[in-house]
C-alpha cells in the first residue's frame, strides 16, 4: 500500500509542476469541441458503458475514483471495499498500476491523451485485450481537473493477436527443437538466422559465429555450388532433396539433403531463402558400403569368362612368342608377330584396367561424361565373359550425348543389368539388346510404366529373351534383398543398388517382362550440355535414334 501511495505522490508532484503551453486563439476556438467530448465520457461513467467501450473510469488529479462503470469494476476492482474516492492505486492489483495506469497516466499529463494496449487479466482469471486512452481535462485551461481513462475490448483483436501468438509459439518451438537444420539466408548467401541445429551440425558454438557470414566461404566446398544453389532457387523458387557436400568449422565434410523455398515481398521480389538441411553422411557411407558389396558380388560373376579370357590372351602370347623365336631371320614376319604380342597384351591390361577401375572404392564424383564409352567399355567386357550361345546386338544413337553422372557408377548399373540378362539366357541361349538413343518430352510421358516429366533424357535400354519375369515377382523387382535366383547366386542387393544410384542420378528406371517373352529395362537420365547444365531441344519433339 505504501508503495502505490508513493507513486501517486509522485504523479502529483509532477503534475503540480507541470503547466501546459500558452495556447493561441486557434486553440482556443477548438475548447468547446474538447469541453463536450470529455463531457461526454463523464456522462458515461454514471451510465452503462458506450457499446464500443468495454470500461469507462474518471479520476480526479489526486488519482482518486470519481466514477466507473460496472465492466470497469468487474475487471480491475481488486478491493471490495473500494467506492467513489479510493485511490486508484489502493483499488487495482500493483502490476497492473504500475504497467498500465501509471503509465497511461504519466503520458496523458505530459501530452494530454495517451494511447495503450495491453493484455489485461481482471480479477476473475479472464484475459481481456484491451485498447485504452487516458485523456486529460483542465478546468481552467491549466490546472488538471480529472482523468477519463476509456478501454476498448477488442475481440476480434484479441482472437487475432492469439491466434498469432500461438503461432509464434509453435514456430519457435519447432525452430528451436527441430533435430533437422532450419536456416534463413538472402539471395546472395548471407546467414540471418539458424536453429540450435545447424550450429551444433557445422560445430559452432553460437549464432554469433555464422550470423551475418557468406556462406560460400564458411561451409561450401566449392563457392560455384553455392551459386549453382542460388541459380536454381531464382530460376523455380525452390530446391528438393538437392544433395550436396559442406564442411563443417573442424574442416570435416558432411553429405546433407537441402529442401528450400524462395520468400517474396509485397513487390514480388526474392528477399530471403529459407530451408531445411538434413545430414545423410551416415546413411550415405552405408549405401557406399552396399554399393562396395555389390561390385564385389557382381565382379565374382564375372571371374570365370575372365579366367577363360585370360587364358586365351596368354595362349595366344605365346604362341606369337614362338612364331617370333621361329621367324627370327625374317624381319617381316618377326615384325607382325611382334605387333600381334603388343595387341594381346594391350587387350589383357584393358581388362585388368577395366577391373581394377571397377572394384576400387573410389568416392563417387559427379562429372558431364559422355555416355556412348561406357556402354562400349561395359559391352567390350560381356564379350569377354558370356558364353558363345549368347548374341549381343548394339543400337547406338547416331550422335554423342552427354550426361551429368559419376562414370563408375553408370558402368556398374549397365553391368548389373547385362549380367543379370545373361543369367536369364545363360542355358537356352539367346540375344542381349543393348540400345541409346535421345528422347525429348514436351508434355508429361509415361514410358515402361514410368511416369516421366517434360525434359531432355538418353534412354538405355537392356533387352533379353529369356525366360521372363511373372508380375507377382516384377512388383518386387527393386526391393532390397529380393531374388528369384537360387540360394548362393545372388544377395538380391543389385537391381536395389541399381535403382538407388539411377534416382541419385535425378534419373529413372522402369521394367517391362512376361513369362516366357525375355525382360526389358530402360534407363531414362537427363541430358546435359558441355557445361553441365539441363538443356531441352524444342526443335525435337520426337525420339531420336534407332
Not at 486529460?136 to 484479441?158: K, P
Amino acid at each position: 500500500m505504501q508503495d502505490n501511495t508513493r507513486l501517486s505522490d509522485n504523479l502529483l508532484i509532477f503534475t503540480s509542476l507541470r503547466r501546459p503551453a500558452p495556447v493561441n486563439s486557434n486553440s482556443m476556438e477548438k475548447k468547446p469541441d474538447q469541453t463536450h467530448h470529455i463531457g461526454s465520457f463523464r456522462q458515461a461513467t454514471h451510465g452503462p458503458a458506450p457499446p464500443s467501450f468495454a470500461v469507462v473510469a474518471t479520476v480526479d488529479r489526486d488519482l482518486r475514483l470519481v466514477s466507473a462503470n460496472r465492466r470497469f469494476l468487474e475487471i480491475f476492482q481488486s478491493c471490495p471495499e473500494a467506492r467513489a474516492g479510493t485511490p486508484l492505486s489502493a483499488m487495482v492489483e500493483k502490476s497492473i498500476f504500475e504497467e498500465i495506469f501509471l503509465k497511461g497516466l504519466v503520458q496523458c499529463v505530459e501530452s494530454e491523451e495517451a494511447h495503450l494496449q495491453s493484455w489485461v487479466k481482471s480479477v476473475s482469471g479472464e484475459y481481456h485485450f484491451l485498447d485504452m486512452v487516458f485523456c486529460a481535462c483542465r478546468a481552467d485551461g491549466e490546472s488538471l481537473e480529472s482523468i477519463v481513462i476509456t478501454g476498448r475490448n477488442d475481440r476480434h483483436r484479441h482472437r487475432s493477436t492469439e491466434a498469432l501468438r500461438q503461432a509464434e509459439n509453435r514456430y519457435r518451438s519447432l525452430f528451436e527443437e527441430s533435430r533437422d537444420v532450419v536456416y534463413f539466408t538472402t539471395p546472395d548467401g548471407l546467414l540471418v538466422d539458424v536453429n540450435p541445429a545447424g550450429l551444433a551440425l557445422f560445430g559452432y558454438a553460437s549464432q554469433a559465429e555464422l550470423v551475418g557470414r557468406d556462406l560460400a566461404q564458411l561451409i561450401y566446398i566449392n563457392a560455384r555450388d553455392r551459386q549453382a544453389f542460388k541459380d536454381q532457387m531464382l530460376k523455380d523458387g525452390h530446391v528438393h532433396d538437392l544433395e550436396m557436400m559442406l564442411r563443417r568449422k573442424d574442416g570435416s565434410t558432411i553429405t546433407v539433403l537441402n529442401n528450400a523455398t524462395v520468400i517474396r515481398n509485397a513487390e514480388d521480389e526474392v528477399i530471403l531463402f529459407q530451408g531445411i538441411i538434413r545430414d545423410i553422411s551416415e546413411q550415405k557411407n552405408l549405401e557406399n558400403q552396399l554399393i562396395q558389396s555389390q561390385k564385389m558380388e557382381a565382379l565374382g560373376n564375372l571371374v570365370g569368362g575372365i579366367s577363360h579370357d585370360f587364358n586365351n590372351i596368354l595362349t595366344a602370347m605365346l604362341g606369337f612368342i614362338d612364331l617370333a623365336q621361329t621367324h627370327s631371320d625374317n624381319p617381316a614376319e618377326l615384325s607382325s608377330n611382334l605387333e600381334d604380342l603388343a595387341r594381346s597384351v594391350n587387350r589383357a591390361k584393358n581388362l585388368v584396367g577395366q577391373i581394377l577401375n571397377f572394384s576400387s572404392k573410389k568416392e563417387p564424383k559427379t562429372q558431364v561424361v559422355a555416355l556412348g564409352p561406357i556402354l562400349e567399355d561395359v559391352i567390350n567386357l560381356l564379350r569377354a565373359t558370356i558364353p558363345e550361345n549368347i548374341e549381343i546386338r548394339e543400337q547406338r544413337a547416331d550422335r554423342e550425348y552427354l550426361i551429368l553422372a559419376d562414370p563408375n557408377q553408370i558402368f556398374q548399373v549397365m553391368l548389373n543389368l547385362t549380367t543379370n540378362a545373361v543369367h536369364a539366357m545363360e542355358e537356352s541361349g539367346g540375344v542381349l539388346s543393348i540400345g541409346l538413343k535421345h528422347l525429348n518430352l514436351r508434355h508429361p510421358s509415361v514410358l515402361k510404366g514410368i511416369k516421366l516429366p517434360p525434359g531432355d533424357y538418353l534412354q538405355i535400354t537392356v533387352r533379353d529373351n529369356g525366360q521372363g519375369i511373372d508380375a507377382q515377382h516384377l512388383s518386387q523387382i527393386f526391393d532390397p534383398f529380393f531374388t528369384t535366383k537360387p540360394i548362393g547366386k545372388g544377395s538380391g542387393m543389385g537391381l536395389a543398388v541399381v535403382h538407388g544410384i539411377i534416382t541419385r542420378h535425378q534419373g529413372y528406371i522402369g521394367v517391362s517382362s512376361a513369362p516366357g517373352n525375355g525382360t526389358d529395362f530402360s534407363v531414362f537420365l537427363p541430358r546435359v550440355s558441355a557445361e553441365g547444365r539441363s538443356v531441352s531441344d524444342p526443335e525435337n519433339g520426337f525420339p531420336e535414334g534407332i
